[in-house]
């Protein structure tokens, strides 16, 4: 399973924008980039994937290196309910599961 | 439409009992995945369910077990508890979003296990 690679945690102050780096340089051309984060005392969330254009949600946006070896989740505006852990994660399309492979996660932190 | 629900929320049990945990998953979702969160390890995969068949399996000793009824909802076992099995066990159910080309995992809010 490719992996990916993230800072441990990041701060940002409200209203800021945030930028949550990601690094996955074995991805393969099947494989789709998400993003999940955990609130406090909650499992985690769908926020957004793609595989190799730019996409935007009402959530965030994910920018995607041209070359797919790194990609950014956009927070526009952060609010002190995006404090969470924010996962980077790997799909392959074509896999036959559904199986989610977590690693470590950014800690954000939002001050008012 | 009802996210996943888990049953029971807490749960406190002691070394060597065994412990059923229940899930139902977001109606029309067929595939349930089950995840053990814990502050050493994270999130780890435990199984995955779809229409009633073990799809896939984490790298977890057979004392942990699970299934999948024909309604979807799902049920994860672990019997001779341990004090590492201390845990937040959560449970996921997927299915092809409407617009979306891959599935999404809709978490539910977990059981946290101790066991003392």
């Known amino acids: 399973d490719a992996k990916t690679t993230q800072p441990n945690s990041m701060e940002s102050n409200e209203e800021e924008p945030v930028h949550l780096p990601c690094n996955h340089s074995t991805i393969s051309g099947t494989d789709y980039i998400h993003w999940y984060r955990q609130l406090p005392s909650q499992g985690p969330e769908y926020v957004i994937h793609?595989?190799?254009s730019n996409v935007n949600n009402r959530m965030a946006s994910l920018a995607i290196a041209e070359d797919r070896k790194s990609s950014t989740l956009i927070l526009h505006r952060a609010t002190l309910r995006d404090a969470a852990v924010y996962y980077c994660?790997?799909?392959?399309?074509?896999?036959?599961?559904?199986?989610?492979?977590f690693g470590t996660g950014t800690r954000l932190q939002v001050f008012p | 439409k009802a996210g996943v629900t888990q049953t029971p929320r807490y749960l406190i049990k002691t070394r060597g009992q065994q412990v059923t945990l229940s899930c139902s998953p977001i109606s029309g979702h067929r595939s349930v995945s089950w995840y053990q969160q814990t502050p050493g390890q994270g999130l780890q995969f435990l199984f995955e369910?779809?229409?009633?068949?073990?799809?896939n399996k984490g790298n977890f000793p057979g004392r942990f077990s699970g299934r999948q009824f024909s309604n979807s909802r799902s049920e994860m076992n672990v019997s001779t508890l341990e004090l590492g099995d201390s845990a937040l066990y959560l449970c996921a159910s997927s299915g092809r979003d409407r617009g979306r080309r891959t599935d999404t995992q809709y978490f539910g809010p977990g059981t946290r296990l101790t066991v003392l």
């Open positions: 994660i790997l799909r392959d399309v074509w896999g036959n599961t559904d199986k989610l492979i």
């Open positions: 793609g595989l190799t």
């Open positions: 369910y779809f229409s009633e068949t073990q799809r």
